[in-house]
């Protein structure tokens, strides 16, 4: 009997991820049939790139860190509060995922659609709206900081888009910065808008601290 607890949605998604990352990590020919192009997605109208992408890593450390994160939190808001949703939990939490995929190269597109030089890659955007709608249903829960240092999760988010705005005005690197920020805004903004009730239950719960307070 196949354990049902295993076929999670996230579960799911990190196999195919790592299988199809993993595969084409050194095939610079496969990664460029699927990687985001603005360029090529608007004169050629491959708007699929949008979202294989997401399937596709840099190397072995970014795709690790992905999948962790993913696996971390994904399972905990699929399993354990996605029931609240509408619907399938695990169809609603395919479209938070891939949803913030999508959504987060948006605001590069706009910004690179006549850039031959840009390309990009990897799932941050979707893992940073799963992060985030994690944060709406237990902002104080502790996450671990290179699985050791805790850190409440709402000051994490804080942080991170605090980090995430002033690198994307100070670029020095390669990263899409944007991207992470535009991603975890998707989380947010979908989990909430998926029950308008989790908005108070969130400042609420934001409102009262930590229980350690």
Not at 20 to 29: D, E, F, K, P, Y
Not at 53 to 66: K, Q, T
Not at 154 to 179: E, F
Not at 182 to 190: E, L, Y
Request: glycine share 8%; hydrophobic share 50%.
């Amino acid at each position: 009997m196949i354990n049902t607890d295993v076929l999670t949605a996230t579960n799911i998604i990190v196999a195919i991820t790592c299988l199809i990352s993993l595969l084409l990590m050194q095939n610079q020919a496969g990664k460029s049939m699927l990687i985001f192009h603005p360029v090529t997605i608007r004169q050629n109208n491959q708007w699929y790139r949008f979202l294989t992408s997401g399937f596709i890593h840099a190397d072995f450390l970014h795709l690790a860190i992905n999948m962790l994160v993913l696996w971390s939190f994904g399972n905990a808001v699929e399993t354990r509060l996605y029931p609240q949703a509408m619907g399938s939990p695990m169809l609603t939490f395919i479209v938070l995922y891939f949803g913030g995929i999508i959504v987060a190269s948006i605001p590069s597109f706009l910004r690179h659609k006549n850039d031959t030089s840009y390309a990009a890659l990897g799932a941050s955007g979707g893992v940073a709206a799963v992060v985030f709608a994690a944060i709406v249903f237990a902002p104080w829960q502790n996450l671990y900081l290179y699985g050791i240092i805790a850190i409440p999760q709402i000051l994490a988010g804080v942080g991170y888009v605090a980090y995430s705005w002033y690198k994307d005005r100070n670029a020095t690197d390669n990263i899409g910065h944007m991207a992470h920020l535009t991603g975890a805004a998707w989380g947010f903004v979908f989990t909430i808008a998926m029950n308008f009730g989790l908005l108070g239950y969130f400042v609420s719960q934001t409102l009262k601290g930590p229980s350690w307070l």
